[in-house]
């Protein structure tokens, strides 16, 4: 691995760790409900970006399944709690 | 060579998600701060995975491909997340009687659900 790709990688996980940190004060802060769930949905997205980043950083193919079933909860979960906030109920 | 490229575009995705982060945390309306996550799951996913499939692809001989299936199920799902999100906020809006962003205007057939009459009825 060459050193740029090194420092591109230790640059881009600090900036996700960034990320993820304003995704958090959204999440404390939200004043609705519905912005929690947008922030949790953006803070699932981006630990999934991570797991790929990892992947590299690593050189290790064992990441690809984390990173499959974090994009499928994330997206299971939002819809999830979006239809409660929605209805009332998730499953009618 | 492949590390150069690969380098550039893990660094492209890395600003896109912290241009999303940030949209996140300042814009000022709930309908605003909707459209900044999708920076991050649809381009910054998208880089994300042609940096992962040209690094395995160069290291492991053939093309190693799995990877688009993520960015592939993530551009599926974002939008049905969002519009689902976007319908529980606007309903959640109007059930508190909050002020709700303006209809788009230049619709010759407004519809009846859209307008602040209809919230006030309910």
Redesign the interface.
């Known amino acids: 691995m060459s050193p740029f790709l090194s420092t591109a990688i230790t640059i881009t996980l600090s900036l996700h760790a960034l990320a993820m940190a304003l995704g958090v004060l959204r999440l404390l802060r939200g004043p609705a409900a519905q912005d929690r769930v947008l922030a949790l949905d953006f803070l699932f997205t981006v630990a999934m970006l991570t797991m790929l980043v990892l992947a590299i950083r690593y050189d290790s193919s064992m990441y690809f399944e984390p990173a499959l079933l974090m994009a499928l909860c994330g997206f299971v979960s939002s819809l999830a709690t979006a239809k409660f906030l929605l209805r009332g109920e998730v499953i009618e | 060579m492949s ?2 490229a ?3 575009l ?2 492209f ?3 896109l ?2 241009t ?3 949209g ?2 300042r814009l000022p309306d ?1 309908f605003q ?2 459209h ?2 999708a920076l ?2 649809t381009l ?2 998208w880089c ?2 042609l ?2 499939i040209v ?2 692809s160069m ?1 492991e001989e053939g093309l ?1 491909l ?2 688009w ?2 960015a592939i ?2 551009s599926i ?1 974002a939008p ?2 969002t519009m ?2 976007a ?3 606007l ?2 809006r109007r059930q508190a009687g909050d002020a709700l962003p303006p209809p788009l205007g230049g619709s010759s057939t407004p519809d009846a659900t859209d307008t602040p009459a209809a919230a006030d009825e309910r």
């Open positions: 590390d150069i690969v380098g550039l893990l660094l995705s890395a600003g998600v912290l999303a982060a940030i996140l945390t709930f701060r909707l900044a996550p991050a799951s910054g996913n994300v995975a940096a992962s690094h395995f290291r190693s799995h990877v299936l993520i199920l993530l799902t049905v997340t689902v999100l319908r529980a906020g309903f959640r």
